[in-house]
């Protein structure tokens, strides 16, 4: 530990790391999507808000809508919906999400 204070990483100022360990998170991210082409892939958005969509939700929206395999799953203690209509290949799921994990994890 080096003593220095820490803080959160988000678009707030100008202090957000956008350094190569993002960039290299960001390209693996691209391969994964690459990857995952024409194969059943759940895109399961937890704990992301709306302070910083562009990391998290947006790219799992375009991903989602861009691919007809592709599912879209986001539990959230608020109802939150897409501006795509992803019929039913996405579920909102509004409830606690330990909750609503431990509930999924049972039913497996």
Known sequence: MCGAPVITNLRADDKFVEDEGWH??????EKFLKSCEGKKTLLLELGVGMNTPVIIK??????????ENFRY??????PVRAPFDFGERAVY??????KTLKELANRM
């Not at 947006?58 to 691919?67: E, G, I, R, T, V």
């Not at 799953?73 to 608020?78: H, N, Q, S």
Request: hydrophobic share 55%; proline share 7%; charged share 20%.
């Open 93 to 98: 799921i509004a409830g606690d999400m330990a």
């Open 73 to 78: 799953a986001c539990p959230d203690l608020r």
């Open 24 to 29: 290299a998170a960001a390209d693996n991210y």
């Open 58 to 67: 947006f790219p799992f929206w375009k991903a989602a809508a861009s691919h």
